[in-house]
């Protein structure tokens, strides 16, 4: 089955405390991105890559880390977490080829306290 | 840069009946998509329809079709026979095709349907 699986679905942890969430894709796709989605806001970009090894910021980078070693997998690592972190985050991937079409993962509620 | 409007927060429609979430949207880009997603309570992000600049008819899924009016830059969803499932959070979003792939979202539509 086509899908973008991200790892775990629900965090709580606490400031300071380096993590990982992982996001994977079986598409081939080229075209990676993560959201985060806070409310009355949408969602917004982070980082994105366009393939292996090319990643770059999006809307709102500041305090997250991304790396694009595989074509599959699309991690978000936060160093050092903070409480204005604390979203719903999202991965997304998609073939370049129109109509463009992005699948979404299931989402990772991050709380940090 | 890309900037999607929705004005409506919230929106109240009587099952079985049609109702039209707002979107309008701003761009430079020539080239460009238009999508509508569905979030439900649960979270996930549910693609309903896609309409591109360049499509000469509106786009249709199911019950769910979008109103594209070019000159008015206004990208409208709507939804045909409400059903109770359909209560969800609406997002109008957009792509522009000369810039990085990046999907910007309005900040949603809060649809409930009434029995």
């Known amino acids: 089955e086509a899908q973008v699986t991200q790892n775990p679905r629900y965090l709580i942890t606490v400031t300071g405390k380096k993590l990982t969430v992982t996001c994977s894709q079986n598409?081939?796709?080229?075209?990676m991105s993560w959201y985060r989605q806070d409310p009355g806001l949408g969602l917004r970009q982070i980082y994105y890559?366009?393939?292996?090894?090319?990643?770059d910021k999006g809307d709102v980078p500041e305090g997250y880390k991304v790396s694009r070693k595989e074509k599959r997998n699309f991690p978000l690592i936060l160093e050092s977490p903070s409480p204005n972190q604390t979203s719903l985050y999202f991965c997304?991937?998609?073939?370049?080829?129109?109509?463009?079409?992005?699948?979404f993962g299931p989402g990772t509620r991050l709380t940090v306290t | 840069a890309q900037k999607i409007t929705q004005t409506q927060p919230g929106m109240f429609v009587q099952e079985k009946e049609a109702v039209t979430l707002d979107c309008t949207y701003d761009?430079?880009?020539?080239?460009?998509?238009l999508f509508w997603y569905k979030q439900p309570s649960s979270g996930e992000m549910i693609f309903l329809i896609y309409q591109g600049s360049y499509d000469e008819q509106n786009a249709t899924e199911g019950r769910y079709s979008l109103n594209f009016q070019k000159a008015r830059k206004s990208a409208n969803l709507v939804i045909s026979a409400s059903q109770l499932g359909d209560s969800a959070m609406y997002f109008c979003a957009m792509v522009g095709y000369g810039s990085n792939y990046k999907l910007t979202f309005g900040k949603g539509t809060l649809l409930t349907v009434n029995p």
């Open positions: 598409m081939n796709h080229e075209y």
């Open positions: 761009t430079s880009d020539q080239s460009y998509g």
């Open positions: 890559s366009m393939n292996v090894e090319v990643t």
């Open positions: 997304a991937s998609s073939l370049y080829k129109r109509p463009w079409r992005p699948y």
